[in-house]
């Protein structure tokens, strides 16, 4: 009932707010990754999660019984709703969002913004609603879209490739990964720490199209970090 609910809230603002209100949008993808792309990421450690004790008068955590060590999980998905997050971030982060109802079929579609704060992490997160697969079937997707980021040195981020611990932090993206996610309808980038100031790159690549009947796939983005306007050339 709670997602049920913060759903709702969400749809009611891209309509009021955002004044989108022709059918078929707002679309579910992009509820959807609104949500994913706000939520509260339980294995930080200055995030409590269900089984984490708050000391009393000094409000820290004692994780003694953490059952999330990463993001998404078994345990959180992709993290603890927070809707207040997903649809107005806080200064200097800026947040975009693109409902594409045209879609991709055989071309990669490009996103550029230019982040000027390294101090704010860049997100970026990927939706679509894939057709019902076959009984039995293996891989599910009919459809299979890739989330590709490219930073200003030319490191090469892809959607849902965290690091492998101990060596690695399992909650953000690593760099030149050389698999690719090709059993979700979800993709996620996370780069807590933006290396470099420059324009960045996202792609959606339709990597198993068009295999399967059914495109153009529509597909929800959202994306945010610390951006400004794209400095004109000289």
Do not use: C
Not at 54 to 67: L, R
Not at 150 to 165: H, K
Not at 209 to 233: M, Q, R
């Amino acid at each position: 009932a709670f997602v049920s609910g913060a759903a709702a809230i969400v749809r009611q603002y891209y309509r009021r707010i955002e004044g989108i209100n022709i059918p078929p949008r707002p679309t579910a993808a992009l509820v959807k990754a609104t949500l994913i792309h706000g939520a509260t990421n339980m294995a930080e450690k200055d995030y409590p999660n269900q089984y984490d004790k708050i000391e009393t008068g000094t409000h820290s955590i004692d994780k003694s019984f953490s059952d999330v060590t990463a993001r998404p999980d078994f345990n959180q998905g992709w993290g603890r709703l927070n809707v207040y997050k997903s649809l107005f971030p806080l200064a200097p982060k800026v947040q975009k969002f693109d409902d594409n109802i045209t879609g991709v079929d055989t071309d990669v579609i490009t996103y550029k913004v230019y982040v000027d704060n390294l101090d704010v992490p860049f997100e970026a997160t990927l939706v679509w609603t894939d057709e019902s697969a076959n009984p039995n079937s293996w891989p599910v997707l009919k459809h299979n879209l890739d989330l590709v980021v490219v930073d200003p040195a030319g490191l090469v981020y892809r959607g849902n490739q965290f690091g492998v611990p101990p060596q690695q932090d399992p909650n953000v993206s690593v760099p030149m990964a050389s698999l690719t996610d090709t059993i979700n309808n979800v993709e996620r980038i996370i780069i807590r720490e933006p290396k470099m100031k420059g324009e960045y790159t996202i792609n959606v690549v339709p990597s198993s199209l068009p295999k399967a009947p059914g495109g153009p796939v529509k597909y929800a983005l959202i994306y945010s970090g610390g951006f400004t306007e794209i400095p004109e050339e000289v």
